[in-house]
């Protein structure tokens, strides 16, 4: 056809942009709000609340939730260890970069600030915080490090100093289900996010503005059409900040008074026009307090916060039905709660909406969903802890392709965390490009294949043992039915299970050869045919299931 | 896709105008826009290559006004380039460039390559990174928000229907890519992303086919038909992008070797290869980060050229250059072009900590064998005395520069680019046999001054003009204007305006005078 007559076909048929724009179509939002959820119980449900609150879903952990109820599931991830996780430790070492202050094998949390191996330690952390979550607990707590991670973004490369960075991540899962408010207060002087975002060196000679603004813009308030704080009130807040500073000795921060502005501070309406008198000496670092009671005053705070563990955990699109049902309720409770995490995940995660049918499906796997997900779902043995080398080394290398799929952990793109959740229109497609889907799939493939090698140890799915703790496993139909459930989200096409069939059946068109295979293999793992007709077939099916698109979602 | 389900809803005509997020959009339909689009005979061959500079740069110690050292010295001693050391622009001996742009200043003291425009940006400047990058990339005002960004509405005009029927034989290739792992916002289109990302143009993968279901009911299904689409396509422009690349080999030795990190010279340096390969792409977008310098913008010894902010132009100088001579060894150059810009500039004050806060406008530089090689605009005036929230005012409206590539470079109508831009605003001479189209109107302002100043309640400012139509604005410190004191054709003479401030704040008050493509700025005190 030619353009012109393109173009002419097109201006009779109206090709205009949908009027609700990329977000949910007419009929697709759930009209359903906090009720608590009374429906059916099932797999699907289980699954549903399991794949957004862990990373990857085994069928250990389907099989033990599925035998609490609904509510006491929930209660049962929100039940999160307050006993922090053992540090980073030197599996650094190599030929040439000995650490001359910390022996192979031990944390060098403990070591003073070392410019030479900075760099190393903070792989060491990246390394270190990927080995928790391939080896989290059945609780929510790694998934909500991640959101406070991605809430509170900073950037390893430019904190530098590696025992900030350790201290920033420490903090997060400290207040991963905790106050809010305390956590903003403990954040604001946390060295790490000092050095970030300038706070240090905002002085009464020279205020920097950095963290005051995004204290506002995107730590409490956001820039949702309710807030409504000012440039002024940015200047402002920097200025109740001055004098923050870092002891690097000590590794924590102080107040500095000498270089705090102690003039008045004032804010707009906004903040009714809060005024913040100031202070000399060491209650200069009152102000700080007395700013952060002026900002939590405003219902926006709960707001914001909600809006954003509703794209976390539910769904980007925020339309005024779910803003009214959802969002809105749910920043009353975070209020009436004193700005308590935990009741809040509490009643979204127990919620009809959440376990609408509309809610499931639509999340697309972040590169770490994926990547940590895939290991977990597929139980991808690891090196033993002790065998602290090959341990860094493996997890550093998930971290790296977490990392090319474009979420680095520890060193998000900005201070606004990834865009895949704010950046409308397209907020988690953003994760999908013909750059990071073909790394997805690679993996995926290489991982069923090769194995990653290294150090003599290879990381890669072992099909058979998957395959054994999968109910009914000698049955095709029911084996690929069972195995669709646990790893894709929604139902595939129906052109799939033929495909998947075939595989299993080495194109023969009998159940029983796979089924025969199985129960030999089964009884006797020694039997070599066996053993290799079943593990060829289900690397063909398996790394099928692993290339379809439904695999992306969650 | 979405666009589908809509037209099955609405056919067989709908000529309603759409509103997206309130802001009236494009109608199409038999709209005059879309019959100028069929008219045209066809899309010409021209590439543009879109250098996104993250974190706000520093205009002021990028495009130096030599003629205001002294006031910026005081202003930002701590960071101030010493002058002796500041190369001049040849013909501009008023203004300078960053010693460490060394390349960039060849292209336009030697090649004729550069054209440099001062103080870009827009009314009521945004001071957040986010926002104001959303307004860069979509191409809004500061008050609007747009879903889509300009480049990608500018490829939905010229390749309507996409991904539908694409590639095509008029359109094989991907219409934009981004170089990296992300597409970026300004591709977004009204409804899909017009661009694909690639790292690796060798490397791509071998997907399970699937239908794109046409018409997503659940959010589900819609990202469903999101993530197959995006196979689909990268499969489709898989060969085409690797026989591009395969084919030619980079020609230029000046990019950056590995070791030097300089991850715009690599990204610009597949870009070379895949134009020469012969891809019909028509956008190509490339980004550096960390311009965001709030401190430590220039080291504490060693001299202020030298520092964070120094190497960030280095690799920017070094990889713009390196890319116009690979272009032209690879026989291209003549259909290559290419911008720079960054969500904002920063402060005039520097801070203690050697750097810079927010800022509202700065300086674009526009690259290729074919821009008029000039600097348009005048040298920012600073004050004596610079308050530390004050900024440099924009000049020049980034939508501007935007319809001068639409329009000088890509060949659109002014109403068409119009349509792209939804704002219909003057363009400037950036490339080489383009008119200014108010130019040979233009008024030439010899004298700017205002007296009394610094003054309490008014100041009366005088210009003296060769006649023409005339623009004076006025802008509080924040880059805001506060007033437009003339807007009016000028005969030749000396004019006195008054200028009554009775209401407004103490503090620096900037003027800009403008005229067509034309200014010249000045500053006063209300005490």
Known sequence: MERRDFFKQLSSTALAPSPTGKGRGQGETPTTGLNQYIGTWGNVQVLHLLRRTLFGVKQSELNSFKAMSMSNAVDALLNVSATQPPPPVNAYNNGTAIDPDVPAGQTWINATISPNFSFQRRRSVKGWWTGLMVNQESTILEKMVLFWHNHFATEGDTIQVEHYMYKNNVLCRQYALGNFKTFVKEMTVDPGMLRYLNGYLNTKSAPDENYGRELQELFTMGKGKDSKYTEDDVKAAAKVLTGWRIDNTKLQPYFDSNKHDTANKQFSSFYNNTLITGKTGTAGANETDEMLTMIFQQNEVAKYICRKLYRWFVYYDIDATVETNVIEPLAVIFRNNNYEIKPVLAALLKSEHFYDSLSMACHIKSPIDFVIGFCRQFEVAFPLQTDYINSYNHWGYLQSLGAVMQQDTGDPPNVAGWPAYYQAPQYYEIWINSDTLPKRMGLATVMVYSGYNRGGFKLIVDVLAFTAKIPNASDPNKLIDNMLELLVPRTVDSAVKPILKAALLNNQTQDYYWTDAWNAYLANNNDTVNKNYCTNQLKLAISYILNLAEFQLN | ?527
């Open chain 2, 1 to 527: 896709m979405k666009r589908r389900s809509f037209i099955k809803r609405t056919a067989p005509v709908a000529l309603l105008p759409v509103f997206i997020n309130g802001l009236s959009f494009r109608s199409y339909g038999n709209s005059p826009l879309l019959q100028l689009l069929a008219a045209k005979a066809s899309i010409n061959n021209k590439v543009l290559v879109l250098v996104q500079l993250n974190g706000g740069n520093d205009g002021l110690n990028t495009l130096i006004p030599l003629d205001q050292y002294t006031n910026l010295s005081n202003a930002r001693a701590n960071i101030m380039i010493t002058e002796s050391k500041v190369p001049k622009l040849k013909g501009f001996d008023k203004t300078g460039l960053h010693p460490a742009m060394t390349g960039m200043l060849n292209l336009f003291n030697n090649e004729s390559s550069l054209n440099i425009i001062q103080a870009v940006g827009y009314p009521s400047p945004n001071f957040s990174h986010f926002r104001a990058t959303d307004i860069w990339l979509s191409g809004s005002d500061s008050s609007q928000y747009m879903n889509s960004g300009w480049i990608g509405r500018y490829l939905e005009d010229a390749y309507p229907g996409f991904p539908t029927n694409y590639p095509n034989t008029d359109m094989p290739d991907p219409l934009a890519i981004s170089i990296g792992g992300v597409v970026s916002q300004a591709l977004q289109g009204p409804e899909i992303n017009m661009g694909m990302a690639i790292s690796d143009p060798t490397a791509f993968y071998n997907f399970v086919d699937s239908v794109v279901n046409p018409n997503p009911t659940t959010p589900s299904e819609k990202e469903l038909a999101y993530i197959r689409l995006i196979a689909q396509q990268s499969d489709k422009y898989a060969d085409s992008i690797k026989a591009a690349y395969n084919s030619v080999a980079t020609k230029s030795t000046m990019y950056a070797d590995t070791t030097a990190k300089n991850s715009l010279s690599d990204q610009l340096k597949i870009v070379a290869r895949l134009i020469a390969g012969g891809l019909k792409t028509k956008i190509y977008m490339v980004s550096l980060g960390g311009f965001d310098t709030h401190s430590n913008q220039v080291n504490t010894t060693g001299g202020t050229e030298t520092g964070a902010h120094a190497d960030l132009w280095s690799k920017v100088s070094v990889g713009i250059s390196a890319f116009l001579d690979d272009c032209k060894k690879l026989g291209v150059a003549d259909r290559v072009a290419g911008m720079t810009y960054s969500e904002f500039g920063r402060r005039i004050v520097s801070n203690a900590s050697l750097g810079t806060d927010h800022g509202a406008a700065g300086p674009s530089f526009v690259f290729g064998t074919s821009v008029n090689n000039t600097l348009i605009g005048a040298n920012p005036t600073i004050p004596s005395t610079v308050g530390a929230a004050d900024n440099v005012n924009y000049q020049y409206d980034f939508r501007q520069i935007y319809t001068s590539i639409l329009q000088q470079w890509f060949g659109l109508t002014k109403i068409e680019a119009a349509g792209v831009l939804l704002k219909d605003i003057d363009t400037l001479p950036i490339f080489k046999s383009t008119t200014d189209i108010k130019n040979s109107e233009a008024a030439i302002i010899s004298l700017v001054d205002n007296y009394p100043n610094p003054f309490e309640n008014s100041t009366t400012i005088k210009i003296q003009t060769s006649g023409g139509l005339t623009q004076l604005k006025v802008f509080d410190a924040l880059g805001n204007e506060v007033a437009t004191l003339v807007n009016k054709v000028l005969p030749s003479g000396t004019y006195e305006i008054l200028f009554e401030a009775h209401n407004l704040a103490s503090g620096n008050y900037y003027y800009s005078i403008i005229s067509g493509s034309s200014r010249a700025n000045g500053v006063m005190l209300k005490k």
